[in-house]
């Protein structure tokens, strides 16, 4: 119960600014993997991001790590519609969900790293800092526990 407690109390402390705009919610009307929604998504990639840091013996920054997580794949589309613009999305969601979380927020460039490479190795560039790689991990975890057990 404490851990629970602790992640929630970093999640709302860091990603404050973002849940006030309420931009983030249109994530709720998109299904990414299995049942789950975008949103929902990233809410967990961003609990399993703060539970990797706090395993880990080096220094994190939390503000980004929370920032990037929650929009990491902040891409606003259903990318299940056939659209030809979603045939590529694995390729091409980080590229556009950059672009959108640059529009509606200001990003440091952890962030930044963190939402553009995000789908490495998927996409090549590899990650330049810490919290790119706990979120790169998170990410796997998530979508692999919410394709397979949500189905």
């Known amino acids: 119960m404490h851990r629970f407690y602790t992640i929630t109390k970093i999640i709302k402390k860091y990603g404050e600014d973002i ?3 309420d931009k983030i919610s249109v994530e709720k009307k998109f299904i990414h ?16 991001c703060i539970m990797i840091a706090l395993l880990l013996p080096f ?8 920032r ?10 259903d990318w ?3 659209d030809e613009s979603h045939r590529l999305h694995g390729f091409t969601h980080a590229g556009r969900a950059l672009e959108n979380a640059e529009r509606d927020y200001e990003l440091n460039d952890i962030e930044r790293d963190m939402i553009k490479k995000h789908m490495f190795p998927l996409n090549p560039a590899p990650p330049k800092y810490i919290e790119t ?3 790169c991990i998170a990410d ?4 692999f526990k ?3 057990y949500c189905r």
């Open 19 to 21: 849940f006030s705009l």
């Open 33 to 48: 993997h299995g049942k789950v929604t975008v949103y929902e998504h990233s809410l967990n990639v961003t609990y399993y």
């Open 59 to 66: 220094r994190v920054d939390f503000r980004s790590l929370v």
């Open 68 to 77: 990037g997580a929650l929009l990491h794949d902040y891409f606003l589309y």
């Open 80 to 82: 299940h519609e056939a």
């Open 133 to 135: 790689v706990i979120l």
């Open 140 to 143: 796997k975890i998530c979508a």
């Open 146 to 148: 919410e394709t397979v």
